[in-house]
Structures are given as C-alpha cells and as structure tokens.
C-alpha cells in the first residue's frame, strides 16, 4: 500500500515540475517532454533512476523521464556485452515495446478514427 | 470622403441588402445559434480535408446572401473575401465556384470589417453598383496551422481562445432596403511587443483602442452616440483589458453597450472555448448574422463594430518576432 503511496507521489511530483516549465518557463510542450526526457538519461547514466525506480515504482516509469533513463540503460548494457557498437544498437533495445507499441497502435487507431484536428 | 486623420465617410451610405452566417457544431451550442442561416454538425462539412470544409462554409455563407438578397451570382460585381488559412486558399477557391471579380484580403481576425470598408469605399465611389464581402474561419484548419495537431493533446493557457468555424457574408449594394454602412476606421499597425500566442486578446487589445479613439476623433463623436460597441475577437482577457485602457484613456464607454463578438458568440459554460471565439469567422458570423438581425428587428439602431486581427505567422512566432495587430472599425445604422 505505501509503494502506491510513493508511487503517486513521485509520480505526481515529476507532472509538477513539467507543468512548472510549461506555465513559469514558458517552454513548449515539445521542450518540456524533451527536457524531461533528456533530464531522464542523464540521471539514468549516473545511476541515480534506478533507485528511483525501485523506491517509487510506476510513479517513476511511467512518466516520460523514464523514457530518456531506459534508453541509456539499454546503451550501456550492449556496451558492456558486445562493445562500443553496442552504444548504437541497444539504445531501442529495452525501449522497443514502447516504440512499437506508439507505432502499431497509432496504426490501428488510424484505421478506425478520423482525426480531429 | 476622408474626415479626420483615417476615416472614411460614406456620403451615399452603401445597404447592406442581404447578409448571411453560417456555423460548426460549436457555434451550434453557443448563445448565437439562432442567428445563422445553416450550422453544420460535422466540422468537416462532409469534405475530405478543413480547407475544403472552410471553402464550402465560405460557399453557402456567399450563396446564402445572394440568395436572401433575390439575385443570382452573375448579378454580384465584385467580391472581397479572406481567411487565416496560408496563402488564403478557402477565399480563392470560393471564389473560383462563385466565379465573380475577386480581390483576396489578409487581416487576420479583422478582415470582416476591412472588407466591409472596402466595399462601401467601391459602391460608395460608384465605382460598383454592389460587392459581396465574406470572411472565415475554421477550428481545426488554424489549430492545424498555426499550433500544435490536436491529437498531439498539448495544453493551453486559459487566456487561449477557440477559433471559430464559420463564415459570415454580407452584401453591400447602392439601393435596397437594410442596414447601412455609414463610415469607416482603417487602424494603424499597433505592437506592444507581446509574443504569447496563446493570449492574442492582450495582444489586440491596444490595437482595438487606438482605433476606437481614432474613430471618435476623426468623427467628433461621443460613444453615446451608439447602441453597441463591440470589438471583434479580444476575448473576455482581451476585452476586459481594452475597457480598462478606454478608461485611461478617458474614454467611457457604458458596460451595456461595449460588448466583444469573441464573449458573446458562446456560452460561459463551454469550457472548450476557454477565453473566448476568435479567428476571422468569430466577428463574421457575429456582425452579419447576430448584430445585423437584431439591427433588421429595430432592437439596433446605430452600432459600432472593431473587427480586430494579429498579424502574425507560424513562421514569425517561430523566429520568436511579436504580434503586430491590426484593428478596423465599421459604422452601421438602420
């Protein structure tokens, strides 16, 4: 129950501070996903999401700060088990359901809705 | 005949004969909804694509006051038209349908007015004997290009307005029976350097004031001399402001007869459209439809109407340049 708890929270927190930038700095919403994305694997390659991850749970993996700490993680991964080649090939490894799952859904969705704008 | 500094006066008082609106689903939920000829409740009017959606709006917005006026197409001489949309491509595609002499306008959110100025000044100057004026705008063809794909679910700030979708037409002839157009402000280009798209009515807002007084001045005239002043597409953060520097300005103009067609096309609780309508359509479908009927019922007698307008592109908000604005009045008395 307090892993919820925690989860909410953080999760809440890292929303604040996006809206903190979309309303006080004024960034765009493109700015302010990628800020947090990159913001993301900078944390990720120091090692500090990681417990992050595992104090907060979804409230951490799911926003899209997660997004930028996967990525990294899945580099340094291959780096370590095939080389520096690795640095290219496992950057989509640990994030590939996501990507595909934007993609083929996105597809699907497109067949049965009409757009809106 | 000029008066003042910017004023144009019509001597002879061009008649609009006929006027017409039309509307999206949007405008159908509004306070207005009774004062169009046609409300679709489809935005995109059964056409594969917004832009042919707004040519059609400017269409049957057109083909209505031709219709109201008892003429046919071929009997129209000259028609000013404009839209938001690049290049103005719904106007000249209309326009291609209607096939009569065209003159294309870009004012952004004031091209009703501007093209009712121009359309007095030619029938006016007997340079026609009338011209057809139309201007619209369309939801989900300006959120396409000016922001952001509304799949994409980016927030707004509550001072953003909704463009409205619709067309507003209006035919200006020498003789006939209606409301007639007696004089007209043209505005000077008005930037106070502000570059938040998503609060144009604080952009306008000093746009709108400095035609205002350049109207009274050029004219000697008092507001009282009106029954409505209303402002084209401020906003209620636009229009609160603009009321604020009239008072400064040592303008006062009465609470009851200064009114903004962005406030008053939808209802307070119509969230969606946040501070308001705006887009070309917003003072279109509010003048020529709303304003003229309740002028035709005898409720109007004499009206003022700002038709205001940002002058700015993706492309300049990009680059990060401000927002020019642009405000033109037009007097109609009955």
């Known amino acids: 129950m307090e892993k919820f708890l925690w989860a909410f929270i953080v999760g809440g927190l890292i929303c604040v501070i996006g809206q903190l930038m979309l309303d006080g700095l004024k960034l765009t919403p493109a700015h302010t996903t990628s800020t947090l994305v990159v913001v993301g694997a900078i944390l990720g390659g120091l090692g500090l999401y990681e417990p992050l991850v595992k104090f907060a749970g979804a409230g951490a993996t799911v926003p899209i700060s997660n997004f930028g700490n996967a990525i990294v993680k899945g580099a340094l991964k291959e780096f370590e088990s095939s080389g520096p080649i690795g640095v290219l090939t496992g950057i989509f490894s640990i994030t590939s359901a996501g990507v595909s799952a934007a993609i083929i859904f996105g597809f699907l969705g497109s067949l049965i809705f009409k757009p809106k704008g | ?334």
């Open chain 2, 1 to 334: 005949m000029l008066k003042g500094h910017q004023t144009w006066v019509f001597e002879s008082k061009p008649t609009i004969i006929a006027s017409a609106a039309v509307g999206g689903p949007y405008e159908a939920k509004g306070n207005l909804a009774s004062d169009f000829d046609l409300l679709h409740g489809d935005i995109r009017l059964g056409q594969d694509s917004f832009e042919k959606a707004e040519q059609k709006l400017q269409e049957q917005a057109c083909e209505t006051a031709i219709k109201k006026a008892k003429m046919k197409k071929e009997d129209v001489q000259f028609l000013f038209s404009g839209d938001l949309i690049n290049q103005i491509v719904p106007s000249s595609f209309s326009a291609r349908t209607l096939s009569v002499p065209y003159l294309g306008l870009y004012g952004a959110c004031s091209t009703s007015m501007e093209g009712l100025s121009l359309a007095s000044l030619l029938v006016d100057s007997q340079f026609a004997k009338n011209a057809l004026v139309c201007a619209s705008s369309h939801n989900a063809a300006s959120e396409k290009q000016y922001r952001y794909p509304t799949e994409y679910g980016s927030q707004k700030p509550p001072t953003a307005q909704w463009t409205v979708t619709g067309a507003g037409a209006a035919l200006v002839a020498a003789q006939g029976e209606g409301p007639r157009v007696t004089a007209s402000t043209i505005g000077r280009v008005i930037d106070m350097g502000l570059t938040d798209p998503f609060n144009m009515g604080a952009a306008m807002a000093p746009a709108a004031v400095d035609t205002i007084e350049a109207h009274f001045r050029d004219l000697d005239r008092d507001p009282s001399y009106y029954d409505l002043i209303a402002t084209g597409d401020l906003g209620r953060v636009g229009h609160r402001i603009a009321g604020d520097l009239l008072i400064k300005h040592g303008f006062n103009i009465p609470k009851e007869i200064f009114t903004d067609c962005g406030v008053l096309i939808y209802k307070q609780d119509q969230p969606v459209v946040l501070a308001g309508g705006s887009g070309c359509g917003c003072c279109a479908v509010t003048t020529f439809g709303h304003f003229l009927n309740r002028m035709r019922k005898g409720e109007l007698r004499k009206i003022l109407v700002i038709a205001t307008g940002a002058l700015l592109s993706p492309m300049s908000y990009q680059q990060k340049e401000s927002i020019p604005c642009i405000a033109h009045a037009v007097s109609i008395e009955i």
